[in-house]
């Protein structure tokens, strides 16, 4: 990793008027959550069919036990890492605006975040098919499957975006605001292969934003719309760029 490279980005950051943070499954990964795409990742593992909404529907007892494997069992043991604690620290000290995330594994709350806007949803809260009701995960429970609502009888379902369901309308446009408006914006952890998430930075770029991306690999971002990549791990530079910021 280059220290002036390093620099120039926390330089950038400390004089952006409106900087925010776009970050995917990358910023987990240290965190110990595999990203769904890729090597080693949970769709290599899993098929990907139990999260498409109309197969969730009609095979509920097939869709929830895996559902509660990946998300409840396996993600529940995650905690924030550096990238997340950085980040949060940054939005206390008035550094960052918000954070747009397409991961609904809740670390970003978790390591302090307030402003978090939840492209994909969020795996705490678990809400109902077909009535207002809903629960925190903590609350709910998973010995009987799959998930159905005390209130009217209706199937329960994670409140993040299945495979057929669209983008929550106020993420969405609360994000595109947020990227209209800034002078920076941070990539990290994301690829950029995600539709429509994708369109955020380059969002922000159109604007005139600084784009600062942090990944360990060149994504579809690097080249196109990328003003400096800080390549490696969003834990490991986010550890350099505390020197500079704070």
């Known amino acids: 990793m280059d220290e002036s490279s390093v620099k120039k980005a926390a330089e ?3 004089s952006a008027k409106s900087c925010i943070a776009f970050t995917g499954a990358g910023v987990s990964v240290e965190s110990g959550i595999p990203p ?6 949970l769709w290599n593992r899993y098929d990907p069919k139990v999260l498409d909404l109309n197969f969730f529907k009609a095979s509920p007892e097939v869709s929830w036990p ?4 990946i998300f409840y069992d396996f993600f529940g043991l995650a905690k924030p890492n550096k990238a997340h604690k ?8 008035g550094m960052l605006k918000c954070v747009v995330t397409q991961n609904i594994d809740n670390l970003h709350q978790d390591a302090g975040s307030k402003e978090v806007y939840e492209f994909h949803g969020n795996l705490q809260r678990i809400i109902c098919t ?3 009701y809903r629960v925190m995960a903590p609350d ?10 005390p209130k009217c009888g209706g199937l329960l379902k994670p409140d993040f975006v299945f495979f057929g369901e669209q983008i929550p309308v106020e993420a969405y446009e609360k994000s595109v605001v947020a990227a209209r408006q800034a002078d920076v914006c941070l990539i990290v952890g994301s690829t950029g292969e995600v539709m429509p998430a994708a369109i955020i930075p380059s969002e922000a770029k159109r604007n005139k934003a600084v784009v600062i991306e942090i ?3 060149e994504s579809h971002f690097t080249g196109n719309i990328t003003d400096i990549h800080l390549k490696g791990k969003a834990g490991e530079v ?3 760029l505390e020197k500079f910021l704070f």
């Open 238 to 240: 986010f550890s350099e």
């Open 140 to 149: 709910a429970d998973f010995s009987k499957l799959p998930l159905m609502c």
């Open 36 to 41: 769904f795409r890729g090597e080693n990742s």
């Open 12 to 14: 950038i950051i400390l």
């Open 215 to 217: 990944n360990p690999d």
């Open 86 to 93: 950085v980040l949060a620290r940054m939005e206390q000290a």
């Open 66 to 69: 895996v559902i509660k494997e």
């Open 130 to 132: 077909r009535c207002d």
